[in-house]
């Protein structure tokens, strides 16, 4: 039975990168028709937030992703939170100690900096000075109050990580120092809090970024002291920005929780981040969450860094905001709609029109942001017109003009596009008008907006009292 992790420690929302790390886990154990255990990592006592543990929880179920053991849900394995399994840590330490494959280390952090400045080692870092320490001293530095650390005793062999995307990595004897497993305040270092996890889960694949493999000999190494085989390991390429840097802020946004709020769909964005290391045999782009599922594979996974191109993921983005029906796109958007201001009622009130405007302006949507822009001004009570641009409407010719044409769609019947175009034009070519003059203001007397949806049937929606009302308003605002 497959049994994979995605390990986050919450010290943040949670990381395109990440994201990507757990849906890769994901995608592997539903294929395999194993375990996807969501393990929070929170050792990290000083950097760890309840509040990042929640969001990256609801991130990663907003992703579409789903665990079968987990903080929130428990499991036989748990606890799947770190802090809470502090006992079995110490237990497995005392059991390294008893044997001897670790020992306790009381050098301070001023003596330690000294030695290893002075070292004449073959790898910078702690000399193990403490492996050999005699009874008296260990006395000495009990009574001068000093608390110890457990330190790893590693053993002078070759470490091999059979990778299953990198291949076989040696690190060679002598390159480890013999390094910390429990700090003096009891609690475990990350390298032996994931090992234990990993060992009393019975994970049998690791699946992480590659920073991480540089890691693995110690985590192998302890494995192997405790009497057991490590698990698989497969470490995923970077995510880098198109600039070929790691991922970071300068790139935009960097979490899922952005891309969230910037009203991007959820399926958009699984398939996107599917795609940042992993490819199909024929280069296939868009997936449904099934799809992939069925051709993931890790040996589909590159060795080269994956870049992170916000400008591929708005064009795939695009193409799933076109799958959707109106219908869908304004359920998913009432949130962006509430946001700036809509109540549940005005929008339950006018969904129809919404809905209708959504599919008029389907092409034009980007994101789910671009909803309210687009079909706000449809349902609000009052348009919102820019100063500035109200400015060059106060003419008389203009007051003509729009109180002609208030006068006009009043007797408009039936009130439909076509019969609208068709009367509006005639009253251009009468007045010997030019469209343009007529056309633009109007669509911003009656939108506050210079651009949009077609003029003629934005008019049709919007309905002969409203339309009229929102001339009458506009009047007074430029007779001001
Ligand atoms: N907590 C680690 C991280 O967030 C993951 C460790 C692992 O996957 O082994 O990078």
Redesign the pocket.
Known sequence: MIRVRF???PTGFLHIG?ARTALFNYLFARKNKGIFILRI?DTDTERSKKEYEESIIEDLKWLGLSWDEGPDIGGLFGSYRQTERLHLYREYAEKLLSEGKAYKCWCTKDELEKRITDAKQKVAGYDNYCRNLTESQISRFKEEGRKPVIRFKVPEKDVVVNDIIRGSVIFEAGSLNDFVIMKSNNIPTFHFA?VIDDLTMKITH?I?GED?LSNTPKHILIFESLGYTAPYFAHMSMTLGKDRTRLSKRHGATSVRQYRENGYLAEAMFNYLALLGWSSKDNQEIFSKDELIEQFSLQGCNKSNAIFDPVKLLWMHSQYMKMKSASEIFTLAIPFLKNVGFSDEKLQQNKEIIEKVIEMEKEKLKTLLDVPERTGYFITENVLWDPEIIKKFKSPNNKKIFSEIEQLLEIVEPFEKTKIEENIRKYCQDRNLKTSDVFHPLRFALTGQTKGAGLFELIELLGKQKSIKRIETFLKEIEK
């Open positions: 390990a986050p420690s990440n990592e994931v690791v992480r991480h």
